[in-house]
């Protein structure tokens, strides 16, 4: 009998010559302080929070108020938040960054709904212009500018990487199409504003926070823990 031939670099000559066969595992998933070390090492990522303060809002923006401490709750330390607010025909407030959640409360308590325009087109350009911005939150009912103007800012923040989540209060139509056309372009998402659901909407702020401090990486790492975390992940358009 002979013996039968084996091709080089087969797995009986590598077992013959000694040499250890390690069959390869996956790697693990990389942890919540991984994940958020990666986002910060390009500098603190930004979010701006902005709301319209119109006079038909004020039941929707004292929602909002007690409800701004879950965007710092989700990623502690991890993300600076600006506050924006337009009421009255104007964009009257569009504070610095910050991590400190009662600057952030304060600047929101000397806010009061004035009657007048949106100036939603306003605050896009704004965060344009303001570097590692990448989630822009806004809470409106109503859009009363050019449909062609929102399409150019959202073309200009999607190209800075910023993404528009907007959360609709009530069912206009006309509002709806073109909020949905920004959620669009930047990858964003739409969502209803419920106002009388405090404990869902302040579990949508912590998961859109988290989307802002670590993107949807971070986001769907966090599912577990996030309640928010799979209704903002199946509304993205990514």
Known sequence: MTKRDTPTGSLLDRIRAGKAVVAATPAAPPTREELLAAA????????VFAIDATASREDAWSTAQDVTDALFAAVPGALDIALAVHGGGELHTFGGFSADAAAIRQAAAAVTCRAGGTRLIEIMERVRDEARVKVLLYIGDAFEEFEEDAVAAAQDLARAGTRCIILQDGDDEHAGSVFGSIAEITGGALLPFDGTAPGR??????????????????????????????????????
């Open 201 to 238: 909407l302040r579990d949508l702020l912590r998961a859109v926070a988290t989307l802002a401090a670590g993107g949807v990486t971070l986001l769907e790492a966090r599912q577990q823990a996030l309640p928010g975390a799979r209704r903002l992940l199946e509304n993205l358009r990514r």
């Open 40 to 47: 910060l090492a390009g500098g603190r990522p930004r979010m």
